[in-house]
């Protein structure tokens, strides 16, 4: 079992920058990738960034320019470096981690609880 811890969330106004953290804990596992999601009331979970243990970043088209993910490897953590908040941007972010167990191998995808993201205009 992995389990993910998240903090960062809160309330800015909008213009306004939040910092997300998650760190990956448990035993017989290496991280291939990690990422963040977002879900507002009524919508679907959708992307908004993910990294892999090589450093590769993807983010979702409403984001870029404005979030930067970052990772440490070392520490099984994952940043989200949130700039430029726009009221659009409010809603509970997940942690995602895409996992290999080291013990018997496959490949397992673990959420966060979720920190919620309130950006006022």
């Known amino acids: 079992q992995v389990r993910l811890v998240e903090s960062g969330g809160g309330l800015v106004q909008a213009g306004g920058s939040l910092r997300l953290s998650c760190a990956a804990s448990?035993?017989?596992?290496?991280?291939?990738?990690m990422g963040w999601y977002r879900q507002t009331p009524g919508k679907q979970r959708e992307l908004v960034a993910t990294?892999?243990?090589?450093?590769?970043?993807n983010y979702a088209d409403s984001v870029k320019g404005r979030f930067t993910i970052s990772g440490d490897n070392g520490k099984n953590t994952v940043y989200l470096q949130m700039n430029s908040l726009k009221p659009e941007d409010t809603g509970v972010y997940y942690c995602?981690?895409?996992?290999?167990?080291?013990?018997?191998?496959?490949?397992?995808?673990?959420w966060g609880q979720g920190t919620q993201v309130t950006v006022s205009s």
């Open positions: 995602n981690a895409n996992v290999e167990r080291t013990d018997y191998g496959g490949n397992y995808h673990f």
């Open positions: 448990g035993s017989h596992f290496s991280i291939n990738a």
């Open positions: 990294i892999t243990s090589g450093g590769s970043a």
